[in-house]
């Protein structure tokens, strides 16, 4: 089975412009997060997707953005990129059943670098 | 406010030995935690979890000790070997409360296994 697959892997943007940031997840799972990871803090929950819609949310202002698709593939967008979004990017996916929670299956990231 | 701390952030240990990891929480409403190891240019791939209805959860050289008086566990890698050298990263989430998958993670902490 094909694992997580992020696009693209490395990106370079200039201050103020926005950026598309796309996962498949692995077939079946309808659950992906998106996390943020900078040196020192670890990986910051963003947000989670499930059926299309929006679950959960994490302490990050409106630029970031994300959306699910019927295929269970999810883009997140950043808007007017400041330096300090300079981070790698992560998507993870995980299988939902009402059993309870399961691990999460990440992919390799997208690294973006704003200058 | 860091609910999910790691505080070492590095930990050497002798090939063959024993490797713990420790890892801390505020949230007493987390009730379901995970240790996930990574590789640079990777993503985190999952390790063991456990639930908070155990307190010890066993895989091969894997075994995660979870106590929820002290709001602490660790993870335990015997016997200890060079592939293990990795960043590994302790994540909590409170299922049972939200439904949802937002992990909070720590920050990290590099294990290097000496030969």
């Known amino acids: 089975k094909a694992g997580v697959t992020q696009t693209p892997r490395y990106l370079i943007k200039t201050r103020g412009q926005q950026v598309t940031l796309s996962c498949s997840p692995i077939s079946g799972h309808r659950s992906v997060s998106w996390y943020q990871q900078t040196p020192g803090q670890g990986l910051q929950f963003l947000f989670e997707y499930f059926s299309e819609t929006q679950r959960n949310k994490g302490n990050f202002p409106g630029r970031f953005s994300g959306r699910q698709f019927s295929n269970s593939r999810s883009e997140m967008n950043v808007s007017t990129l400041e330096l300090g979004d300079s981070a790698l990017y992560l998507c993870a996916s995980s299988l939902d059943w009402a059993g309870g929670p399961r691990e999460q299956y990440f992919g390799p990231g997208t690294r973006l670098t704003v200058t | 406010d860091q609910q999910v701390k790691q505080n070492s952030p590095s930990l050497s240990v002798q090939e063959g030995r024993i490797s713990i990891l420790n890892c801390d929480y505020t949230n007493s409403m987390f009730d379901y935690f995970l240790w996930y190891k990574k590789y640079p240019a990777e993503g985190p791939t999952f390790l063991i979890s456990i639930s908070s209805i155990k307190d010890k959860n066993e895989d091969g050289r894997f075994t995660v000790f979870l106590n929820k008086s002290a709001k602490h566990l660790s993870l335990h890698i015997v016997p200890s070997q060079p592939g293990d050298s990795a960043v590994y990263f302790c994540?909590?989430?409170?299922?049972?409360?939200?439904?949802?998958?937002?992990?909070?993670f720590g920050t990290g902490t590099r294990l290097k296994v000496l030969a």
């Open positions: 994540a909590a989430s409170d299922w049972g409360t939200s439904g949802t998958y937002k992990y909070i």
